[in-house]
């Protein structure tokens, strides 16, 4: 296996030290919307809204990364990115590699090697047709290129530390469930580097929700997994993190932990899913790059469950079980 192949490759210019994100934030707000991995789900972007409308005070919304993936249509990135770039977002290695002309990176993913060569050419492939779209509309992808690769929010006095991939690379992969396994003490230094009491990212494409103390507190991760696509076996819901100083008035909140005065949860975002396979099919159809690595799982969701996300002081919220079963029968 080819470890500087297109895909695998973690480009220099991704990588940045934990302690960048002790700073002053950017934003501050009472109730955060994190949306990562939207992957040009156009119902999942209509949902999120919705979602956001339910909630009696203003949300404020970051997409931090890849909410580009499966719109290779004109209309589709047009509105994706419009819409995407009227709130806060970082770029992910989509939105990076959809902006640069040098393709030696291919997706960007910075794949490990679980991942098969097969998986990782099809995700080139994705990326180069995705890129032709990209450059019929320039004026979006020159908004795209200077995105920033994080961003630090404040909500209710606490430090949310807001990234793509880990606190070390916009693709790493140290918040991939078998990663956050392997990797606790190196999570406590990336919290305590970056003054952060909650780190939100995305990337991996499979959620993970994870406590763990310091000497300055309680802290926690979420990774969302992905807010276009299901995340969880015989579920066709995505997933966002909600950080607020309010409990979360949604059904569908899946778990979640507090800390302090401060609510972290992760919620489902019940898109409309016959719309969206059509959407999807129109773009990639049987036999093609998209639908060979990613039908299945739109259909089906992946091998992953709760269950297995959740580490630390992270817990399933008590209607959850009876929202999964309504998820089951959409």
Same mark, same amino acid.
């Given at each position: 296996?080819d470890?500087?192949?297109p895909?695998?490759v973690c480009?220099?210019?991704?990588r940045?030290?934990?302690?960048?994100?002790?700073?002053?934030p950017?934003?501050?707000?009472d109730?955060?919307?994190?949306?990562?991995g939207?992957?040009?789900?156009?119902?999942?972007?209509d949902a999120?809204q919705q979602l956001a409308q339910?909630?009696?005070s203003?949300?404020t919304?970051?997409?931090n990364g890849d909410f580009n993936?499966?719109?290779?249509?004109?209309?589709?990135?047009?509105r994706i990115?419009?819409?995407?770039?009227?709130?806060?977002?970082?770029?992910?290695?989509v939105e990076?590699?959809?902006?640069?002309?040098?393709d030696t990176?291919?997706?960007g993913c910075?794949?490990?090697d679980?991942?098969?060569?097969?998986?990782?050419g099809?995700?080139?492939?994705?990326l180069?047709?995705?890129r032709?779209a990209a450059?019929?509309?320039?004026e979006?992808?020159?908004r795209?290129?200077?995105?920033?690769?994080h961003?630090?929010a404040?909500?209710?006095?606490?430090?949310?530390a807001?990234?793509h991939?880990d606190?070390?690379?916009l693709?790493?992969?140290?918040?991939?469930?078998?990663g956050r /396994?392997?990797?606790a003490?190196?999570l406590?230094?990336h919290? *305590?580097d970056s003054?952060?009491r &909650?780190i939100?990212s995305? =990337? %991996?494409c499979l959620?993970v929700a994870?406590?763990v103390?310091?000497?300055?507190?309680?802290c926690?991760?979420?990774?969302n997994?992905?807010a276009?696509?299901?995340?969880?076996?015989g579920t066709r819901?995505?997933?966002?993190t909600?950080?607020?100083?309010?409990?979360?008035?949604?059904?569908?909140?899946?778990?979640g932990?507090r800390?302090?005065?401060?609510?972290?949860?992760?919620?489902?975002?019940?898109?409309?899913?016959?719309?969206w396979q059509?959407e999807f099919? /129109?773009?990639?159809p049987?036999?093609?790059a998209?639908?060979l *690595?990613?039908?299945s799982?739109i &259909?089906h969701?992946p091998? =992953? %469950?709760?269950e297995?996300?959740?580490?630390g002081d992270?817990?399933?919220?008590?209607?959850n079980?009876?929202m999964?079963n309504?998820?089951?029968g959409?």
């Amino acid at each position: 296996m080819d470890d500087t192949a297109p895909g695998r490759v973690c480009p220099l210019h991704y990588r940045y030290q934990p302690s960048a994100l002790a700073r002053e934030p950017e934003v501050h707000a009472d109730t955060l919307y994190v949306i990562g991995g939207l992957y040009g789900n156009i119902p999942a972007l209509d949902a999120v809204q919705q979602l956001a409308q339910a909630e009696s005070s203003a949300v404020t919304q970051i997409y931090n990364g890849d909410f580009n993936w499966f719109n290779k249509d004109t209309g589709g990135f047009r509105r994706i990115n419009e819409t995407v770039l009227a709130h806060h977002a970082l770029r992910g290695n989509v939105e990076t590699e959809l902006a640069a002309d040098d393709d030696t990176a291919g997706c960007g993913c910075g794949y490990p090697d679980s991942v098969s060569d097969a998986e990782v050419g099809r995700s080139n492939d994705i990326l180069m047709q995705l890129r032709v779209a990209a450059k019929a509309i320039p004026e979006l992808r020159k908004r795209l290129a200077i995105l920033p690769m994080h961003m630090v929010a404040d909500v209710g006095g606490m430090r949310i530390a807001i990234v793509h991939g880990d606190c070390e690379s916009l693709a790493g992969w140290q918040y991939d469930v078998s990663g956050r /396994a392997d990797n606790a003490d190196r999570l406590r230094q990336h919290f *305590s580097d970056s003054n952060a009491r &909650v780190i939100a990212s995305s =990337h %991996t494409c499979l959620p993970v929700a994870s406590t763990v103390a310091i000497p300055s507190g309680t802290c926690a991760l979420l990774n969302n997994g992905a807010a276009g696509m299901p995340n969880f076996a015989g579920t066709r819901y995505g997933v966002l993190t909600r950080v607020a100083t309010t409990p979360s008035p949604h059904v569908g909140t899946l778990y979640g932990t507090r800390i302090d005065e401060i609510y972290i949860d992760a919620v489902a975002i019940h898109y409309d899913h016959e719309r969206w396979q059509r959407e999807f099919l /129109a773009n990639w159809p049987v036999g093609s790059a998209g639908h060979l *690595s990613y039908f299945s799982r739109i &259909v089906h969701g992946p091998r =992953h %469950t709760p269950e297995a996300a959740l580490f630390g002081d992270v817990r399933m919220h008590h209607d959850n079980r009876q929202m999964k079963n309504k998820a089951r029968g959409h």
